[in-house]
């Protein structure tokens, strides 16, 4: 069986813009949530949100490319460079045509959509709106498979090439995406991971007649509260992360630094509600067992959690329930955490930056902590690694995330066993 | 011991993928036979534009689904909280269910599954919630919004209706998404997945979704339909756009078997895809990416290019990307193949038009008729293929669908009669 290994990881995530800036962040335990900048949120239920402050010029995009790129494509392509250079690929060395692209995003181009209804509209008055208003590259903000289509013109990637649109999970079904196109022999490197900009009016008011987000807009700072007992909600987040897999033999045949390998991916329907989650866990569990199973995984064997965390009432009740089933007793031992407290949730991006926290974890011996923890709830009684980063030798880390549409994803990265011995 | 998955998604390379399902809903014809009916004689679904008024817009023909009321298909809780594009796409899963002669319920949930395609999601329920938002204030966004207007939409509603709990996803690549979806089923089914509701459907046909496709300039300027979308001809002058598509099944060719499916239309072949990874704006009359995903499907399918019997070409209409693929086709299989494109009688559908185009090569072999490519008179100059201008019989065992979409996805899929 071809195997995937983790060769190359590029992020940009609020409180820091890039790799190691992002890492730093998750490990001081920070948070990078605030009041919303971007626009006026009056009127809104939920003001606050995780901006990044991102420099499309220091990321190193050209005019031309910054003027047709919405965000979330921008972010992709600075994730991409990122984590294509810290593989040390020499794109005009690799075999381009067997270089597939496989990106994660739950809305696309909103911002982009957004900023130009607003003009075609006259600020909302016309449903039949005025084309002569459009700006010329608005069609690349209506399909989000543009993500792919920049991201592998970046690259001359000639491979196949795909955006993953699943919700909140799309982030880990990028990725394995692009490790199932390695399993099944249809690509050797893949530029894998998901992008997400949803800071828009648009967004942000999808999420409020459902009071899915947090309206803790006196205190941004302490609003991202997962499996805390005040926790009232999730906040906004955006982000990309990127990971190069490569198929590993030859991985190991160049020389690449391995972080790490992936040793199993699922995913799930719930078959229950588009927003609604099962209260025993049921499906999200599955699809844990599966990616154990595929890795020959056993409970004792994962060192690190990296959980959805979402810090709505019913997401992380509903994972720690999930968790429990799948793990049994071993599930109070492992750490647990979510980097959301400190990051925010970019939607169909976030799946992706968790597993670069997975992949550093593994490859630095840190687990990051989960922010704003401070009153325990009953219903959430599992060890969530509170406010302070722990030292610990990460071997395998399991990730997951639930999404819209009863999407349930699991993804476990672990380091290979031929790497073990020379491990931290 | 870790307690062992309901099914584990470790790739078994015998197993098989085969279609037994189809549900259309098309501008020319809603229901499976209607459709092909329609198509194989040549009968056009497109006309002017008539869900909203098309007279401030350059392109104001499209192919709508006439007399479609969801009304038919799903209960009303349903449609409110749903786009057109879904209510499109749980009507032609009911009808592909039926055709299969398979009710999901009470069987194993996690053996089941729903891949769709899916190139601008729910615009037009977003329009009306994003003019709610600008024009009113954020208050007046509606609670389905979250859940109407994005793409996994359709998949996410399909895999609740019928309980399905399997691996489910959603592929956006525009014009080539379907046949991915299709392929993406038989990585599934390769991974112990039974049944999977693939395909999609796509509704394009809004003010402001209408807007977005005229910046790419490639949508057809001409009022007369017969005029309009003539992929391959001296007077190719764009596409027309068109709503609905296909939801087709995939199954594993021995629980196909076992239950004793009504047919096994074809099987899941081969498939290749590849990306040209050009400038977004730049229209290219270089085949070389699609040729090479049209080898990578014969490949894939372990066939030679002599057995391809003929070709459902993607047909974009627009010149340059024509000659692109007439290059791609006559490089790899030869100029004597036989090439059609019936979406000319429908359209460009997105998410929706490989599926179709997929349903159509499949009913081709089944009754041994190809369907013609309409509007093609003259072929532009240099375009020497064997193109399907009239309904032609014909002895079709191997059938290739092309598809690409715009951004520079190009793929191949390669579907066998058993």
């Given amino acids: 069986m071809r195997r995937s290994a983790v060769t190359g990881v590029g992020v940009v995530a609020p409180g820091g813009v890039n790799r190691e800036a992002f890492w730093d962040t998750i490990t001081s335990g920070r948070t990078a949530t605030r009041k919303i900048t971007f626009f006026d949120p009056e009127g809104f239920r939920s003001q606050i949100a995780a901006e990044a402050d991102f420099d499309p010029h220091a990321a190193g995009l050209d005019d031309q490319e910054i003027n047709r790129m919405d965000r979330y494509v921008q972010f992709a392509v600075a994730a991409a460079m990122e984590a294509v250079t810290d593989a040390g690929l020499d794109v005009e060395q690799i075999d381009r045509d067997r270089t597939a692209v496989t990106l994660g995003s739950a809305v696309g181009g909103t911002m982009v959509l957004e900023r130009?209804?607003?003009?075609?509209?006259?600020?909302?008055?016309?449903?039949?709106?005025?084309?002569?208003?459009?700006?010329?590259?608005?069609?690349?903000?209506?399909?989000?498979?543009?993500?792919?289509?920049?991201?592998?013109?970046?690259?001359?990637a000639h491979g196949p090439s795909v955006v993953v649109s699943t919700g909140c999970t799309s982030g880990i079904d990028g990725i394995g995406y692009g490790h199932q196109l390695i399993q099944d022999g249809e690509a050797d490197i893949v530029i894998s991971g998901a992008s997400e900009t949803g800071i828009s009016p648009i967004s942000m008011a999808c999420f409020d007649p459902i009071k899915?987000?947090?309206?803790?807009?006196?205190?941004?700072?302490?609003?991202?509260?997962?499996?805390?007992?005040?926790?009232?909600?999730?906040?906004?987040?955006?982000?990309?992360?990127?990971?190069?897999?490569?198929?590993?033999?030859?991985?190991?045949?160049?020389?690449?630094?391995?972080?790490?390998?992936?040793?199993?991916?699922?995913?799930?329907?719930?078959?229950?509600?588009?927003?609604?989650?099962?209260?025993?866990?049921?499906?999200?569990?599955?699809?844990?067992?599966?990616?154990?199973?595929?890795?020959?995984?056993?409970?004792?064997?994962?060192?690190?959690?990296?959980a959805h965390g979402s810090g709505t009432k019913q997401n992380d009740r509903h994972e720690t329930a999930a968790y429990k089933r799948a793990l049994g007793d071993q599930a109070y031992k492992i750490p647990i955490s979510s980097i959301k407290s400190m990051i925010g949730h970019s939607l169909g991006g976030i799946g992706a930056v968790e597993m670069a926290a997975c992949a550093l974890a593994i490859d630095r011996g840190v687990v990051p902590p989960t922010a704003n923890w401070e009153n325990p709830d009953p219903e959430c009684d599992l060890d969530y690694t509170p406010n302070e980063a722990k030292r610990k030798q990460v071997d395998a880390a399991l990730s997951t995330g639930s999404g819209f549409g009863g999407f349930q994803s699991a993804m476990i990265l672990a380091r290979p066993q031929e790497l073990q011995e020379v491990g931290i | 011991m870790a307690t062992a998955p309901e099914i584990t998604s470790i790739p078994n390379p015998e197993r098989r993928a085969v279609i037994?399902?189809?549900?259309?809903?098309?501008?020319?014809?809603?229901?499976?036979?209607?459709?092909?009916?329609?198509?194989?004689?040549?009968?056009?679904?497109?006309?002017?534009?008539?869900?909203?008024?098309?007279?401030?817009?350059?392109?104001?023909?499209?192919?709508?689904?006439?007399?479609?009321?969801?009304?038919?298909?799903?209960?009303?809780?349903?449609?409110?909280?749903?786009?057109?594009?879904?209510?499109?796409?749980?009507?032609?899963?009911?009808?592909?269910?039926e055709d299969a002669q398979f009710d999901p319920e009470g069987k194993?949930?996690?053996?089941?599954?729903v891949i769709t395609a899916s190139g601008s999601g729910g615009n037009e329920f977003g329009q009306k919630e994003i003019e709610n938002l600008w024009g009113k204030g954020p208050i007046f966004v509606g609670a389905y919004q979250s859940i109407a207007w994005f793409y996994a939409a359709t998949t996410g509603q399909i895999a609740i209706k019928y309980g399905m709990k399997g691996p489910c996803g959603v592929v956006c690549q525009e014009g080539a998404g379907g046949l991915e979806a299709l392929w993406h089923s038989r990585r599934n089914i390769l991974r112990n997945v039974d049944f999977v509701i693939s395909g999609g459907t796509e509704a394009p046909i809004g003010p402001y979704a209408l807007t977005c496709q005229l910046t790419t300039g490639r949508l057809s300027l001409e009022s007369d339909p017969e005029d309009a979308y003539r992929p391959f001809d001296s007077r190719a002058n764009g596409y027309v756009p068109g709503e609905g598509g296909a939801i087709i099944i995939v199954e594993s060719a021995d629980h196909a078997e076992a239950r004793g499916a009504p047919q096994v239309y074809a099987e899941v072949l081969g498939y290749g895809a590849t990306n040209d990874a050009d400038h977004p704006k730049r229209s290219t009359a270089d085949g070389t990416q699609l040729g090479r995903a049209i080898t990578l499907a014969l490949e894939r399918a372990g066939i030679g290019a002599d057995e391809v019997d003929a070709v459902i070409a993607d047909a974009a209409g627009v010149p340059d990307a024509d000659a692109a693929e007439a290059q791609a086709i006559s490089e790899v299989l030869g100029n004597g193949v036989p090439v059609t494109a019936p979406k000319t009688m429908v359209g460009r559908l997105y998410g929706g038009g490989a599926p179709l185009d997929v349903a159509a090569a499949v009913l081709a072999m089944r009754d041994g008729v190809l369907p013609p490519t309409t509007n093609l008179d003259s072929p532009a100059e240099g375009l020497d293929l064997d193109f399907v201008t009239e309904p032609r019989e014909a002895q079709l065992r191997t059938v290739l669908v092309n598809a690409r979409g715009f951004g520079g996805f190009n793929s191949a899929l390669v579907l066998r009669r058993p």
């Fill in chain 2, 20 to 97: 037994t399902g189809i549900g259309v809903i098309a501008p020319n014809g809603i229901g499976t036979e209607k459709w092909w009916e329609a198509t194989r004689a040549g009968q056009s679904g497109i006309g002017r534009i008539t869900r909203f008024d098309p007279s401030q817009y350059p392109a104001q023909l499209a192919g709508e689904v006439e007399g479609f009321d969801a009304a038919d298909y799903i209960e009303q809780r349903m449609i409110v909280q749903t786009d057109h594009w879904t209510h499109m796409a749980l009507a032609a899963t009911q009808m592909a269910l």
């Fill in chain 2, 108 to 113: 194993d949930p996690y053996r089941m599954s």
């Fill in chain 1, 116 to 156: 130009d209804y607003v003009v075609v509209s006259n600020h909302g008055q016309k449903w039949l709106v005025d084309h002569e208003y459009a700006s010329p590259f608005l069609y690349q903000a209506l399909v989000p498979s543009t993500l792919a289509s920049e991201v592998a013109l970046k690259f001359g």
């Fill in chain 1, 212 to 306: 899915a987000t947090s309206r803790r807009n006196d205190d941004p700072a302490h609003a991202s509260r997962p499996f805390d007992r005040d926790r009232d909600g999730f906040v906004m987040g955006e982000g990309s992360a990127v990971l190069v897999l490569e198929e590993f033999e030859s991985a190991q045949a160049r020389g690449a630094h391995i972080y790490c390998e992936v040793a199993g991916y699922a995913n799930r329907g719930n078959a229950y509600h588009m927003t609604g989650l099962r209260p025993d866990g049921a499906e999200m569990a599955e699809a844990i067992l599966d990616a154990m199973a595929q890795g020959g995984i056993e409970p004792e064997d994962i060192d690190y959690i990296n």
